[in-house]
């Protein structure tokens, strides 16, 4: 079955993230509001939550490079006129 997060303003999706079961997820899309600090608090979060080989697609402002977890091995990234974006890869 599939499992979604849905998006919340502030830091309740951050909340949820600590209750949400262990290595279940396949594909996170993270695109926080940058101004409320929250892309740490996620990504540091986020690794017990992914399933072996799973996708992340991460956006960071313009003037930031994505910052990847340990151990994600980048497939593609690029740049909008507002944002920068990669596309990677779990560990397996």
Do not use: K, N
């Not at 979604?4 to 600590?18: D, K, N, P, S």
């Not at 899309?29 to 992340?56: C, K, M, N, S």
């Amino acid at each position: 079955g599939q499992r979604r997060l849905r998006r919340q303003g502030g830091g309740g999706a951050v909340e949820r993230l600590q209750g949400a079961p262990a290595q279940q997820a396949d594909l996170v899309f993270i695109d926080p509001p940058f101004a409320d600090g929250l892309h740490a608090r996620v990504l540091e979060r986020l690794p017990r939550l992914l399933a072996p080989d799973a996708w992340l697609y991460l956006e960071a402002p313009l003037e930031q490079s994505p910052a990847l977890p340990p151990g994600f091995v980048l497939h593609r990234q690029g740049q909008t006129r507002q944002v920068r974006y990669a596309l990677a890869r779990a560990p397996g």
